[in-house]
């Protein structure tokens, strides 16, 4: 069975500046999507950003960007330019491509400081 | 707009209860997910569907059952409620073949 792993329970950045999240999944299979889901504290889960594991380029969305690391077993977000509304837990979730479901990880707490 | 929404946002029931929490989606999507999210474990998979008449259990499945007689509807029943099914619940949606899942608001359950 996959697991994923979110080994920083927590993090904290300063407003403007850049994070990076960890994120590690253990699967055997070749072909699979990775997810960032951002959760406010309004608890609504939030699509940050996808990768297919067949595709080479890290994805991209405005300020989140991606290092999928393959071989690794790496997926790590990268937020830039740190806003107040950035402040969330963040979850990584991995899906085979050959089924539906969704594995996530325990998540990592954001905090933002002014 | 499409929509998933869930009811009611917030309950509290006490022990041996049985409770059903509602999920509705407009999407019109084949599969339907039932979460549960608790500290340190992130979101777990408590069952699933993949059309009408279809579930299945997920990982954890115990005390719980769903049942899903058209598409838009996947309800979520606790037959007896115990103190530690004291959770946040989430409902997800998606379309077969596309990766993303959408989720409902989250019901906060309180079983005392």
């Known amino acids: 069975a996959q697991t994923v792993t979110q080994s920083q329970p927590e993090m904290s950045v300063q407003e403007a500046e850049t994070v990076t999240l960890s994120c590690t999944y253990d699967t055997s299979e070749s072909d699979y999507y990775l997810f960032w889901y951002k959760q406010p504290p309004s608890r609504q889960m939030i699509l940050v950003i996808r990768?297919?594991?067949?595709?080479?380029q890290n994805a991209t969305e405005n300020r989140f960007s991606v290092n999928f690391q393959k071989a690794a077993k790496s997926f790590s977000l990268k937020i830039s330019d740190s806003q107040l509304g950035d402040a969330a837990m963040y979850f990584c979730a991995y899906r085979s491509a050959f089924g539906q479901n969704f594995v996530f990880g325990p998540g990592t707490r954001l905090s933002v400081l002014p | 707009d499409a929509e998933i929404t869930q009811s009611p946002r917030h309950k509290i029931t006490e022990t041996g209860r049985q409770v059903t929490l509602a999920c509705h989606q407009t999407w019109n999507h084949n599969n339907m997910f039932w979460y549960r999210q608790d500290l340190g474990h992130g979101l777990r998979l408590i069952h699933y569907s993949y059309g009408v008449q279809d579930t299945n259990k997920g990982e954890v499945s115990d005390g719980y059952s769903v049942s899903r007689s058209n598409t838009e509807d996947l309800p979520l029943t606790l037959e007896s409620a115990a103190s530690s099914q004291t959770s946040v619940y989430f409902c997800a949606s998606s379309e077969s073949g596309k990766n993303e899942q959408f989720f409902g608001p989250g019901t906060r359950l309180t079983v005392l």
């Open positions: 990768q297919e594991a067949y595709k080479q």
